[in-house]
């Protein structure tokens, strides 16, 4: 791929679940297969070989040569989303602040509507780490509605001291928009949704929509 053509770059990759996963034939991911785990000869090679440790070591080898690729392919404006596990969130941003600098944030993304049982507090959102190649990049500003939690409020534009704020409503209350916050809730794919095509760790297609 030629360098500074991609606008936007977002990837998952394997997050060291220790399983290997295989698809059934009646799945839509029929033929599906791969290892999410991490050992020292898989996807690393050559003289780095001896040099590697431990697992974490062969997964950011493994992830970081695929970094500069995606460092080398956007544009000038260009950014790129990475989806990540909790506990390699740290590993991967030390990593991607070597590879990227320029601006970087973290966000939290969360299933919704799925249940675990609680031997501690329940892990219900993964990382997306926000990169871009340079300093000046796209980025266009959402907002997200947010409920007043005052019940006299109604709606109409009020006014501050440093400003006003227009208030609407709807079903659930009474909001205004506001920029949207770093901690996205995303609807948890279930064994029936029609997007489910079988593959272990897919993500729920919302959340391409909203990175897009």
Same mark, same amino acid.
């Given at each position: 791929m030629n360098s500074g053509t991609v606008h936007l770059v977002a990837t998952d990759p394997p997050d060291n679940k220790g399983r290997d996963f295989h698809e059934t034939p009646d799945s839509m991911a029929a033929g599906a297969d791969f290892q999410n785990r991490w050992s020292r000869a898989v996807g690393v090679e050559g003289q780095w070989i001896d040099q590697i440790q431990d697992d974490m070591a062969a997964f950011l080898c493994f992830v970081g040569v695929r970094l500069i690729e995606m460092r080398r392919v956007p544009r000038d404006n260009g950014s790129l989303y990475l989806h990540c596990d909790p506990t390699a969130s740290h590993d991967l941003q030390a990593l991607l602040d070597s590879v990227f600098g320029g601006i970087s944030s973290t966000k939290a993304c969360g299933p919704t509507g799925k249940v675990e049982r609680a031997a501690a507090y329940l892990r219900r959102s993964m990382v997306l780490l926000f990169y871009t190649r340079e300093r000046s990049y796209t980025f266009n500003v959402q907002n997200e509605r947010?409920?007043?939690?005052?019940?006299?409020?109604?709606? +109409?534009?009020?006014?501050?001291?440093?400003?006003?704020?227009? $208030? $609407?409503?709807?079903?659930? +209350?009474?909001?205004?928009?506001?920029?949207?916050?770093?901690?996205?809730e995303v609807s948890y794919i279930n064994s029936r949704a029609a997007e489910r095509t079988g593959y272990p760790t897919q993500k729920p297609l919302a959340l391409d929509e909203r990175i897009i």
């Open positions: 947010a409920y007043a939690k005052r019940s006299g409020r109604r709606p +109409g534009r009020i006014n501050y001291g440093a400003g006003s704020a227009k $208030f $609407f409503q709807d079903e659930h +209350g009474v909001y205004n928009l506001v920029n949207t916050r770093d901690v996205w």
